[in-house]
T-cell receptor, first 114, second 111 residues
Framework: KAGVTQTPRYLIKTRGQQVTLSCSPISGHRSVSWYQQTPGQGLQFLFEYFSETQRNKGNFPGRFSGRQFSNSRSEMNVSTLELGDSALYLC?????????????FGPGTRLTVT | GNSVTQMEGPVTLSEEAFLTINCTYTATGYPSLFWYVQYPGEGLQLLLKATKADDKGSNKGFEATYRKETTSFHLEKGSVQVSDSAVYFCALSDTGNQFYFGTGTSLTVIP
């Protein structure tokens, strides 16, 4: 079974631009979560989608948004990029909601904002 | 609220040494607990999990026991190898499927 895939793997953008990252979950997984990972802040939860609905949201500004499609693929968008948005963005999928279901992570998208 | 606290790193050990990485949690209800590992340039991989009190998760020689009385889930391995060098994350998941991660502990194993 194919794992979680994320595209692109690397991205360089300029401050003020916007960016869209894509995540394809493991087949059959309906929950997709997004995280931002930086050396200073560690792993921070952005949001979680289940069956095209945002179920949980972390403490990030409205510039960060996401969506999920009917095939469970998800995208996240960051508008008006800031230098501090440079990070590794990780997507994770799980079979269902419920605490016992582990999350499976993709390799991440490395975003650099200049 | 929910949170995870794990020991600060970095940790440096010689090959075949005993490893302990401490993890404690705060949670309402009955969370599931996880250890994830991240190798350089990669995403996180599930190492082991435990879903209820006194459960022991184990994988690749690593073990962790869900201790409700001490709210802990310490990671242990009897004999580390160079290939175990990575960053280890402790995490909990509540019933709403939101995960809470610790800050990560970097482990370097030297030959």
């Amino acid at each position: 079974k194919a794992g979680v895939t994320q595209t692109p793997r690397y991205l360089i953008k300029t401050r003020g631009q916007q960016v869209t990252l894509s995540c394809s979950p493991i087949s059959g997984h309906r929950s997709v979560s997004w995280y931002q990972q930086t050396p200073g802040q560690g792993l921070q939860f952005l949001f979680e989608y289940f069956s095209e609905t945002q179920r949980n949201k972390g403490n990030f500004p409205g510039r960060f948004s996401g969506r999920q499609f009917s095939n469970s693929r998800s995208e996240m968008n960051v508008s008006t990029l800031e230098l501090g948005d440079s990070a590794l963005y990780l997507c994770a999928s799980s079979l269902s909601q419920g605490g016992s279901y582990e999350q499976y992570f993709g390799p991440g998208t490395r975003l650099t904002v200049t | 609220g929910n949170s995870v606290t794990q020991m600060e790193g970095p940790v440096t050990l010689s090959e075949e040494a005993f490893l302990t990485i401490n993890c404690t949690y705060t949670a309402t209800g009955y969370p599931s607990l996880f250890w994830y590992v991240q190798y350089p340039g990669e995403g996180l991989q599930l190492l082991l999990k435990a879903t209820k009190a006194d459960d022991k998760g184990s994988n690749k020689g690593f073990e962790a026991t869900y201790r409700k009385e001490t709210t802990s889930f310490h990671l242990e391995k009897g004999s580390v190898q160079v290939s175990d060098s990575a960053v280890y994350f402790c995490a909990l998941s509540d019933t709403g499927n939101q995960f809470y991660f610790g800050t990560g502990t970097s482990l370097t194993v030297i030959p």
